[in-house]
């Protein structure tokens, strides 16, 4: 089992940048694949970005390509996004997921493929 704590989620004008961070519990953090989704007010939940537990294979919504990246430190349990030129429709709670598996490459871009969830941070982007 895992738990997951984000951090760094904030207030920001559009065209700034933010990082998250989401710290993960245990010792076998890179037996994970991980993936990043948000949810705004009054909208469903969304995939925004997925890792592999090796940090090798990656991928991005369509909205964020180009403006975030996604990338984990195994070596201190920790999953990052670096969100840059962000914009007002970026205002979401964010969170991080983790999911076990084999797969050293696999990505999963769907919600229902994880297993557990952070309580989410706050990212605001005011226009």
């Known amino acids: 089992q895992v738990q997951l704590v984000e951090s760094g989620g904030g207030l920001v004008q559009a065209g700034g940048s933010l990082r998250l961070s989401c710290a993960a519990s245990?010792?076998?953090?890179?037996?994970?694949?991980m993936g990043w989704f948000r949810q705004a007010p009054g909208k469903e939940r969304e995939f925004v970005s997925a890792i592999s537990r090796s940090g090798d294979t990656s991928d991005y919504a369509d909205s964020v390509k180009g403006r975030f990246t996604i990338s984990r430190d195994n070596a201190k349990n920790t999953l990052y996004l670096q969100m840059n030129s962000l914009k007002p429709e970026d205002t979401a709670v964010y969170y991080c997921a983790a999911t076990f598996t084999s797969g050293p490459v696999v990505v999963f871009t769907t919600g229902s493929h994880y297993d557990y969830w952070g309580q989410g941070t706050q990212v605001t982007v005011s226009s």
């Open positions: 245990g010792r076998t953090f890179n037996k994970y694949a």
